[in-house]
């Protein structure tokens, strides 16, 4: 039997290489041709600890990483321990044995194939390549093609030298030689299409270094922090090379008064950070806000609270994303999907800060981060790009000028007549501080009144299905992958389901929730956080009461458990 959306999973310890496999075995899937999907998990330490990387790969299109595996390869025996209760009949798994530190009492009716990784990684010189030992076997077991992976692990291991590269070549195809003696009982198999796609595979937080690129990115700063660092590496390798700037400052807060100060010199700017610098920016998001100075945040959520769990997913910051500063402080704040938005959203979020001179949050998260999804090629002509209203030179320049639409023509420094200050003091709309209460609650109403038409500038929010239903999920994040595909499996057993995916969660799009809510009898709302945070807001902002379904156990949803709970409200 084939199977045309397979689940791949490797695990074992972070420094054996975990990563590196899935990686290979995602990269051959795409360029069989088919639509990849990866979840990967791994602790905060550099060297051990429980690693694990998952591949999904169908012919058809994927949302979300899936409920479980078709195929486990576990390294050692935490990795077995981890993932036996998902060993269920049918399941093909591939383990360290003999020499391993573990023998398994595998679950009857799994299919167990024994490859001494260990023991022929040793016998070959060289114990790091045991991971290829594994990914050989997986590649003759599964048609996981040889070629495309020899490319892959030579692109990958050449320039750590020929000895290295050699070895793991070696220890690929001994792997692949263990396995082919041993009789394939399973019916699992990688099934390459026929359909040739121009798509890229990309992960989350690449894919926002290249939509802020597509932007028109000048200006980049931040301080490292996982799980958005990669950000930063992306726009390092390719933003000097069209004369950008990127700094990494000394910490969050540096880095977010840089963007500004770039941002107020003219140029387009951005930072990314996770939850606890994004508490760090508190200040400046204020000062952002309270200046008109455009800038992007970028928040790649984790586990919180304090350090938290800085490997894992969570969306528990839309709390400080929509009010993380002091006084009454405006902003914009989108959410990300999958890799795709995080190239049309990272856009859209330059685009806005542009237009509205504000801060613009766009919020991801630690799952979609380390995430790589096929997407179609990108083409940069096919994104709109909004620039910033700027002073026209005539007249005597007022740079927080009250106008129609409350956005005041910007005159970047160096413009003959457009001296002005830009501060963080309440002040005139010449920009002379003021601090009566009558030019304070006027320049309050300019700040926030030009915000009325944000939801009007974008697709604020996504619909999936139309007419009544009984039930409605609203999702937000990479959680709406999980529940376009449970509406699928509930539409298929007869159920009467809507999606409602907002991508702009602030400003609030009130009509759309009303509307939505006055097509379906009884609300879900599931998110990675304990206390429900967009059900909160829902709840302060709408008439919506929808029943908020919270997990943070540091893992996103899965289909199956969105189909549970939405059969369980039904019933
Ligand atoms: N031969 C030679 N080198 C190999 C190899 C092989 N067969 N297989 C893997 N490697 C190399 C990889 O190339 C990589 O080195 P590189 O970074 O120079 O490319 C290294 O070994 C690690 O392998 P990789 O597959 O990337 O990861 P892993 O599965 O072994 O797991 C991590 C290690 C990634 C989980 C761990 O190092 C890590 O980064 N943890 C997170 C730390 C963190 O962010 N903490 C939070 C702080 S707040």
């Known amino acids: 039997m084939n199977k045309n959306d397979l689940i791949i999973r490797v695990a074992g310890e972070g420094g054996e290489g975990i990563i590196s496999t899935g990686d290979f075995i995602t990269q051959a899937c795409a360029r069989a041709g088919l639509e990849v999907y990866t979840f990967k998990t791994f602790p905060a330490e550099i060297k051990g600890g429980y690693a694990m990387y998952q591949t999904r790969a169908s012919a058809a299109p994927l949302f979300n990483q899936g409920d479980t595996f078709d195929i486990l390869c576990a390294f050692n025996g935490e990795a077995y321990d981890l993932n036996?209760?998902?060993?269920?009949?049918?399941?093909?798994?591939?383990?360290?044995?003999?020499?391993?530190?573990?023998?398994?009492?595998?679950?009857?009716?799994?299919?167990?194939?024994?490859?001494?990784?260990?023991?022929?990684?040793?016998?070959?010189?060289?114990?790091?390549?045991?991971?290829?030992?594994?990914?050989?076997?997986?590649?003759?077991?599964?048609?996981?093609?040889?070629?495309p992976l020899r490319e892959i692990i030579a692109a990958k291991f050449t320039k750590k030298g020929t000895t290295v590269l050699e070895s793991n070549l070696n220890a690929f195809t001994r792997g692949r030689e263990l396995a082919a003696a041993l009789p394939k009982t399973d019916p699992w198999k990688m099934e390459a299409s026929a359909?040739?796609?121009?798509?890229?595979?990309?992960s989350g937080n690449d894919a926002i270094g290249l939509g802020a690129l597509i932007a028109g990115l000048d200006f980049f700063a931040a301080y490292p922090i996982t799980p958005a660092t990669e950000i930063a590496r992306y726009v390092a390798r390719h933003l000097p090379k069209r004369g950008g700037t990127l700094i990494q400052a000394e910490d969050e807060i540096a880095s977010l008064a840089q963007v500004l100060g770039a941002s107020f010199a003219g140029k387009k700017a951005m930072t990314a950070t996770s939850g606890p610098g994004l508490a760090l920016m508190g200040e400046m998001l204020g000062m952002s806000f309270m200046s008109e100075t455009p800038c992007v945040v970028v928040d790649v959520q984790r586990g919180g609270p304090s350090t938290g769990l800085p490997t894992k997913h969570e969306q528990s910051d839309l709390f400080m994303a929509i009010h993380g500063s002091h006084g009454d402080c405006g902003r914009i704040v989108l959410s990300v999907?999958?890799?795709?938005?995080?190239?049309?959203?990272?856009?859209?979020?330059?685009?806005?800060?542009?237009?509205?001179?504000?801060?613009?949050?766009?919020?991801?998260?630690?799952?979609?981060?380390?995430?790589?999804?096929?997407?179609?090629?990108p083409e940069p002509a096919d994104y709109p790009i909004v620039a910033r209203k700027s002073w026209d030179g005539k007249g005597d320049y007022q740079r927080y000028v009250i106008t129609d639409d409350y956005i005041s023509p910007m005159a970047a420094p160096g413009t003959p007549g457009g001296m002005h200050i830009a501060t963080g003091l309440e002040h005139d709309q010449n920009g002379e501080p003021n601090y009566t209460g009558a030019n304070h609650e006027a320049m309050q109403a300019k700040r926030f009144r030009k915000l009325d038409t944000v939801v009007n500038d974008v697709a604020p929010v996504e619909v999936d299905g139309e007419g009544n239903a009984d039930i409605g999920?609203?999702?937000?994040?990479?959680?709406?992958?999980?529940?376009?595909?449970?509406?699928?499996?509930?539409?298929?057993?007869?159920?009467?389901?809507?999606?409602?995916?907002?991508?702009?969660?602030?400003?609030?799009?009130?009509?759309?929730?009303?509307?939505?809510?006055?097509?379906?009898?009884?609300?879900?709302?599931?998110?990675?956080?304990?206390?429900?945070?967009?059900?909160?807001?829902?709840?302060?902002?709408?008439?919506?009461?929808?029943?908020?379904?919270?997990?943070?156990?540091?893992?996103?949803?899965?289909?199956?458990?969105?189909?549970g709970k939405t059969k369980e409200m039904l019933s």
């Not at 509205?356 to 999804?373: H, I, N």
């Open 84 to 147: 036996r209760s998902r060993l269920r009949p049918g399941t093909a798994f591939v383990y360290d044995g003999p020499g391993g530190d573990f023998e398994p009492d595998v679950p009857e009716g799994v299919h167990a194939y024994a490859i001494p990784m260990t023991q022929t990684a040793r016998q070959l010189g060289s114990i790091k390549a045991k991971n290829m030992v594994a990914l050989g076997a997986l590649s003759q077991l599964f048609s996981i093609p040889e070629q």
């Open 195 to 202: 359909q040739k796609r121009d798509v890229v595979v990309l």
């Open 337 to 377: 999907e999958g890799v795709s938005d995080c190239i049309a959203l990272t856009v859209e979020a330059f685009n806005l800060a542009e237009k509205y001179q504000c801060p613009v949050l766009l919020l991801s998260d630690g799952s979609l981060a380390f995430s790589t999804q096929t997407v179609p090629y």
């Open 473 to 563: 999920i609203i999702a937000w994040g990479s959680t709406i992958g999980v529940v376009r595909e449970a509406i699928a499996r509930l539409r298929a057993d007869g159920h009467s389901v809507k999606g409602f995916y907002p991508k702009l969660l602030w400003p609030m799009p009130v009509e759309q929730y009303e509307a939505f809510a006055a097509t379906c009898g009884k609300i879900m709302l599931p998110e990675v956080n304990y206390l429900g945070q967009l059900a909160h807001f829902i709840r302060a902002e709408t008439s919506l009461r929808p029943v908020s379904y919270t997990i943070c156990g540091g893992l996103p949803f899965t289909p199956a458990m969105i189909v």
